[in-house]
């Protein structure tokens, strides 16, 4: 049986340690702080009961089980979780005088049973046998929330709460109830447990804002915010979905249309988050970013720490150093910033409704997101896009999609969902910046070396739609201007992280229009999006035409065009384009190269818009359409809380890769992975928790920078050994060939050992 502990100094928490009446006023602190920034959330009865689950929520704390296992680290066997226990302090009677219904009551209940929710094997019987080991505490307690006569209960009232019976969201309004209150609940006890506020006040973007524009003006005394920009500023209280060509600063447009309001800024790479993230931190919130915007991925933590080191520091002090750094981290994954930089798995798994989904949801009901590039997303994240952007508005969000091409049919996809939004608005200007040369065959070294002798391009940017090509192609114009003295880069997804970001440094510091330097970049669709590089002439093969129009992005991104012909599309001729039936629909292939056959020479920004719009239909793509709404109601099929937090974001990411390191790239560096791997498994019992943190992060980065991340697929060709570093992380070594100049070298295809049995978990 357990037994209230009488002793005044009962823990919530041992490091630090924690009273359980100290905790309990944190959260109500932050309390006082999330209503004063957004008193409109709920109506006054939720406020209430928000705050009464606050003061509930970690009584059940006061046994002797949990106080011995928080002080001595011993676990028991079929342990009742403490909010469980809980509920036996709720004192229903006076709160029902207090004139809290029936329903309130019962999401009080629910709100403080399940805020650590998990599976739990217990039946209310289970949780009863342990209230009768509870008494009322002595004087010596003091917890002055309540009064000094605690209640206790015998039993639960069935009519509040019953072990798995949950609000669901056929019971409408009071599942989305359930939703505010749980959610927040979380949210103030997670932000109470790190010590951090649980929301950080928008009070200086509108400010930041026009502080840039000061600045552009002091270099250009005509600077003014530009149509788009000026439209997103006088529509920051709705719901809009902009179609705005490269170069309109969409950026700024976005930031426009948060103002002072809480914000969240998603992007499909993490690659296009980091450059995002330096810009607004160097050129808009030039003050106190570390309370005020945030980056989140899975790489932030070491992208902090290398920040933190390439800073100028003048006085050093590592422990203040490291502190912040981890507050800054947490306050980034706590969701308590008021811009937050980020993919859109981090925000929109909640979907699957996974138990404990609910603090993602109830922050984003007071948020606005800005959804940026929609057409890089597959059907299966456009299809959670559509279904997380229903939830939000419906609860109260808002969002704005900017993109530079937007298929027609997602526009169908929201109306069906019942989501209301604004006209669709197209901003496009003059500027003649592409003509685009058709060539009905497959794509080679030779046009491309002939067309780049005629039309003279010092930057030269070609685009495979798949690796294997984009290698091919790469070798074939190694050799072909091998007397010429002019480079030729290679970038993919197969080089070793490391040898990757080397390759993307150096693209983009060419693709700079002020940069002097020439040569020919190879590479596959991971430069369609977000990668602010200008090259003189593209050579792509034909994906589709969001495809096509986004690579088109990447040459002449600001310029008049002054060429005849600035980018060539191989279409294929009877044979198909590489990666078309794999990645790339066939018969968004086959219309897309139907549209193209009437276009030689000059395309305009709005021809572009108006082809798309013409193709991405659910008339022309019945299939494709069908493939999207079937993913949204088989998500919405699933029963809430069937599932947990990992399980969710494995389906939502669909994650199909495996990191492995080469052979070759394993033993040329081999000592510095070994080190790497005994700092992992070292316990450092005489460093801070927080330097241990930091320790281990940095050998991870070491490790992940040898890395590939290959396709399950791929991985099935290669013998795979495993070297174990603990019970939960393991490298993985594949016998392959690499270099740093064309990555991972591929074999002949042909099955061998699957590599399903790994772990999950890779760097």
């Known amino acids: 049986m357990y037994e209230v502990i009488v002793d005044e100094l009962a823990l919530a928490k041992s490091n630090p340690k924690e009273t359980i009446q100290e905790h309990t006023d944190k959260l109500l602190e932050n309390l006082a702080l999330l209503r004063k920034l957004y008193p409109n959330l709920f109506a006054d009865i939720d406020w209430d009961i928000l705050y009464w689950a606050c003061v509930y929520h970690d009584m059940g704390k006061l046994n002797s089980k949990f106080q011995k296992r928080i002080k001595t680290g011993k676990r028991f066997i079929n342990e009742i979780p403490h909010g469980f226990l809980s509920l036996a302090f709720i004192d229903y009677k006076m709160l029902k005088e207090k004139g809290f219904g029936n329903k309130d009551l019962k999401l009080l209940f629910q709100a403080v049973a399940y805020h650590h929710d998990r599976k739990m094997p217990f039946r209310n019987s289970d949780i009863e046998e342990e209230f009768a080991g509870l008494s009322a505490p002595s004087e ?416 002449y991104r600001k310029r008049e065009l002054d060429l005849l012909y600035n980018c060539f599309v191989f279409t294929g001729s009877d044979k198909r384009c590489s990666g078309v039936g794999a990645f790339i629909d066939k018969e968004i292939h086959r219309l897309s190269k139907e549209a193209l056959t009437s276009i030689d020479g000059v395309i305009r920004e709005g021809q572009k818009v108006a082809m798309v719009e013409a193709l991405y239909t659910k008339e022309n793509l019945p299939d494709y359409y069908a493939t999207i709404t079937d993913l949204v109601r088989y998500v919405q099929c699933h029963q809430a809380y069937e599932l947990d937090r990992k399980e969710a974001s494995k389906r939502f990411r669909g994650i199909d890769t495996v990191s492995v390191i080469p052979r070759k790239v394993f033993e040329e560096h081999k000592t510095e992975i070994n080190g790497a791997i005994n700092e992992l498994k070292s316990g450092y019992s005489g460093v801070g928790q927080v330097q241990a943190k930091i320790i281990k992060a940095k050998a991870r980065s070491r490790i992940s920078d040898y890395t590939v991340d290959i396709s399950s697929y791929l991985a099935r060709n290669f013998e795979i050994k495993a070297l174990k570093i603990n019970e939960y992380e393991q490298i993985r070594i594949a016998e392959c060939g690499y270099n740093s100049e064309e990555g991972i070298i591929r074999p002949v295809l042909k099955p061998k050992a699957d590599v399903k049995d790994f772990p999950a978990h890779s760097f």
């Open 140 to 555: 010596r307690f003091k917890y002055d929330k309540l009064p000094q006569k605690l209640f206790i209960a015998k039993y639960i009232d069935q009519g509040y709460f019953s072990v798995n019976e949950r609000f669901y969201e056929e019971q409408g309004k009071l599942f989305f109830r359930f939703i505010m209150l749980e959610g927040l609940l979380n949210r103030l006890d997670y932000a109470a447990s790190a010590d951090i506020p649980v929301e950080k006040p928008n009070d200086f973007l509108e400010g930041a804002m026009d502080g840039l524009m000061c600045r552009w003006k002091e270099v250009n005394k005509k600077a003014h915010w530009n149509d788009l920009q000026e439209y997103m500023r006088n529509n920051t209280d709705k719901n809009v979905i902009i179609i705005a060509q490269t170069g309109m600063g969409k950026t700024e447009a976005g930031l426009l249309w948060l103002g002072n309001a809480k914000g969240f800024f998603t992007l499909p790479l993490k690659s296009a988050i980091n450059a995002i993230y330096q810009r607004i931190t160097k050129d808009v919130v030039l003050e106190d970013r570390e309370d005020r915007v945030g980056m989140l991925h899975s790489d932030t933590f070491i992208r902090y720490l290398e920040q933190i080191e390439l800073s100028d520091k003048d006085e050093k002090n590592d422990n203040k150093e490291d502190l912040s750094l981890d507050i800054y981290y947490t306050k980034t994954k706590q969701l308590s910033l008021p811009l937050t930089i980020c993919t859109l798995d981090q925000l929109f798994s909640f979907v699957f409704r996974y138990r404990g989904f609910e603090q993602k949801l109830a922050t984003l009901s007071y948020a606005k997101v800005i959804v940026d590039e929609v057409q890089m997303y597959s059907p299966e994240l456009m299809a959670y896009l559509v279904l997380g952007l229903h939830y939000i508005t419906h609860m109260g969000g808002k969002f704005a999609i900017l993109t530079a091409t937007l298929p027609t049919f997602f526009i169908d996809l929201l109306r069906e969902q019942n989501i209301h939004f604004e006209n669709r608005q197209v901003f496009t200007d003059d500027r003649i910046r592409h003509s685009l040369k058709v060539l009905d065959k497959e794509i080679n070294a030779e046009d491309i070396f002939s067309f780049s002798r005629q039309y003279g391009g010092k930057k030269i940017l070609v685009i495979c739609n798949t690796i294997k090509s984009a290698v091919s192609i790469y070798h074939q114009l190694k050799e072909k201007i091998a007397k010429e003295n002019h480079q030729v880069q290679l970038l993919h997804n197969c080089f070793t992280k490391a040898d990757r970001a080397e390759k993307e440094k150096h693209i983009l510091e060419m693709g700079q229009s002020k940069s002097k330097e020439s040569g020919i970049w190879i590479s596959t669709q991971i430069v369609e999006a977000s990668l602010d590089i200008d090259f003189d002439l593209l050579f792509t093969e034909l994906s589709d035409l969001n495809g096509l129009f986004q690579r088109m992005g990447r040459c």
